[in-house]
């Protein structure tokens, strides 16, 4: 059963920085591309970024470029998301989600989130 | 960026109805290489985190129930929900993955009437 878990939530300044982690089991993590997708509260979903299987490319939205580094740990089937210069709208709870194993880039799996609060 | 549009944003139905709600892009999201649309519709319910239904605009996740159905091509798509559940309540996604940056349409919230 895949299962994907994120940690690393919580209160944090404007400004400051904080990095989430997601522990993958289940499946061979190494063969999967994988992606932050976040959700303020009360609202939609947004996608945060996405990495590919070595680790080599990375992508992301505007609003994050520059701002948030994602990183993967292949021995450890480990997913981060480091975010840095955080804003009050970086305010969600962010998801951990798996890509399919196939073309496309779809979000096949998803964790139960972790709440990030940028607040002073 | 691709702008996906999702109409109604909530729909209040009873158990038994067949729902449909829609989801347009901005640009078209059939890929000529294959002749596929890059699509997906996912389902999110109170307190929970999304589950894919649908990708590839029509290809029903493994585990979903076939009254739920994707369809549509180009910029237009819907899903239908044959008869609808209690269970069934919940919001609605569209994603676009044609193109990076991936974008989800707004929602639509299924109520019960």
Same mark, same amino acid.
């Given at each position: 059963?895949?299962?994907?878990?994120?940690?690393?939530?919580?209160?944090?300044?404007?400004?400051?920085?904080? %990095?989430?982690?997601?522990?993958?089991?289940?499946?061979?993590?190494?063969?999967?591309?994988?992606?932050?997708?976040?959700?303020?509260? %009360? &609202?939609?979903? =947004?996608?945060?970024?996405?990495?590919?299987?070595?680790?080599?490319? +990375?992508?992301?939205?505007?609003?994050? %470029?520059?701002?948030? +580094?994602? !990183?993967?740990?292949?021995? &450890? !089937?480990?997913?981060?998301?480091?975010?840095?210069?955080? &804003? !009050? =709208?970086?305010?969600? +709870?962010?998801?951990?989600?798996?890509?399919?194993?196939? &073309?496309?880039?779809?979000?096949?799996?998803?964790?139960?989130?972790?709440?990030? +609060?940028? !607040?002073? | 960026? *691709?702008?996906?549009?999702?109409?109604?944003?909530?729909? /209040?139905?009873?158990? #038994? $109805? @067949?729902?449909?709600?829609?989801? @347009?892009?901005?640009?078209?999201?059939?890929?000529? #290489?294959?002749? @596929?649309?890059?699509?997906?519709?996912?389902?999110?319910?109170? #307190?929970?985190?999304? @589950?894919?239904?649908?990708?590839?605009?029509?290809?029903? $996740?493994?585990?979903?129930?076939?009254?739920? *159905?994707?369809?549509?091509?180009?910029?237009?798509?819907?899903?239908? *929900?044959?008869?609808?559940?209690?269970?069934?309540?919940?919001?609605?996604?569209?994603?676009?993955?044609?193109?990076?940056?991936?974008?989800? #349409? /707004?929602?639509?919230?299924?109520?019960?009437?």
């Amino acid at each position: 059963e895949v299962q994907l878990v994120e940690s690393g939530g919580g209160l944090v300044q404007p400004g400051r920085s904080l %990095k989430l982690s997601c522990a993958a089991s289940g499946f061979t993590f190494s063969n999967y591309y994988m992606a932050w997708v976040r959700q303020a509260p %009360k &609202k939609g979903l =947004e996608w945060v970024a996405t990495i590919s299987t070595s680790g080599s490319r +990375t992508y992301y939205p505007d609003s994050v %470029k520059g701002r948030f +580094t994602i !990183s993967r740990d292949n021995a &450890k !089937s480990s997913l981060y998301l480091q975010m840095n210069s955080l &804003k !009050s =709208e970086d305010t969600a +709870t962010y998801y951990c989600a798996r890509h399919p194993g196939i &073309k496309g880039h779809w979000f096949a799996y998803w964790g139960q989130g972790t709440l990030v +609060t940028v !607040s002073s | 960026d *691709i702008v996906m549009t999702q109409t109604p944003s909530s729909q /209040a139905v009873s158990a #038994g $109805e @067949k729902v449909t709600m829609s989801c @347009k892009s901005s640009q078209s999201l059939l890929y000529s #290489g294959d002749q @596929k649309n890059y699509l997906a519709w996912y389902q999110q319910k109170p #307190g929970q985190s999304p @589950k894919l239904l649908i990708y590839l605009a029509s290809t029903r $996740e493994s585990g979903v129930p076939d009254r739920f *159905i994707g369809s549509g091509s180009g910029t237009d798509f819907t899903l239908t *929900i044959s008869s609808v559940q209690a269970e069934d309540l919940a919001d609605y996604y569209c994603q676009q993955h044609y193109s990076y940056p991936d974008t989800f #349409g /707004a929602g639509t919230k299924l109520e019960l009437k």
